[in-house]
């Protein structure tokens, strides 16, 4: 027999208690994709659910597969984002994990993390900032002459000022 550990936490890496997780395992044999096979209930798919325990786990065994198979998952909670993935398993009786991180939801919304902002299409993006003094540091470098000579005639001038008034 296989089996599958979902390790479900929120975005902080806290886990997630009472998270449903749905997994549908599809076979990549052709003989069990059969139309026979499939009429008779003993097809190529089987759906299975768990619940997450304290950890944030989720233990699903499923039936013995040799040939390898296709899987999709769910995983739901609430205050939660819903997540799903996919992926397969070639040739095992084994065991692999799955971690699934899910984003908070506040009052019907998804809660970016810090740093980011919500943009009108729902999505998190970075919020912009302005970094000034590496643009002025640019400036300098391109104008360093200019700089430099404006520098000395300033000088100059307050040089001039001081002994013309002494």
Same mark, same amino acid.
């Given at each position: 027999?296989?089996?599958?550990?979902?390790?479900?936490?929120?975005?902080?890496?806290?886990?997630?208690?009472?998270? =449903?997780?749905?997994?549908?395992?599809?076979? @990549?044999?052709?003989?069990?994709?059969?139309?026979?096979?499939?009429?008779?209930?003993?097809?190529? =798919?089987?759906?299975?659910?768990?619940? =997450?325990?304290?950890?944030?786990?989720?233990?699903?065994?499923?039936?013995? =597969?040799?040939?390898?198979?296709?899987?999709?998952?769910?995983?739901?909670?609430d205050g939660y984002e819903t997540q799903?993935?996919?992926?397969?398993?070639?040739?095992?009786?084994?065991?692999?994990?799955?971690?699934?991180?899910?984003?908070?939801?506040?009052?019907?919304?998804?809660?970016?993390?810090?740093?980011?902002?919500?943009d009108n299409s729902g999505n998190c993006?970075q919020e912009p900032y302005a970094n000034?003094?590496?643009?002025?540091?640019?400036?300098? @470098? @391109?104008?360093?002459?200019?700089?430099?000579?404006?520098?000395?005639?300033?000088?100059?001038?307050?040089?001039?000022?001081?002994?013309?008034?002494?």
């Open positions: 027999m296989g089996s599958v550990t979902f390790n479900v936490s929120d975005e902080s890496g806290i886990p997630i208690t009472g998270a =449903t997780v749905k997994f549908t395992a599809s076979s @990549q044999s052709a003989l069990s994709k059969s139309p026979l096979l499939v009429w008779l209930g003993m097809g190529a =798919t089987n759906t299975y659910t768990a619940y =997450t325990d304290s950890d944030g786990k989720a233990l699903i065994n499923f039936a013995d =597969t040799v040939l390898g198979f296709d899987y999709k998952y769910t995983v739901s909670a799903s993935g996919s992926g397969n398993v070639g040739y095992c009786y084994c065991h692999f994990n799955i971690d699934v991180t899910m984003p908070a939801v506040i009052s019907g919304k998804k809660k970016c993390p810090k740093g980011y902002k919500m993006v000034y003094t590496g643009e002025l540091a640019n400036w300098f @470098q @391109q104008h360093e002459t200019a700089v430099l000579i404006t520098a000395i005639v300033i000088v100059l001038f307050i040089i001039l000022m001081v002994a013309m008034f002494r």
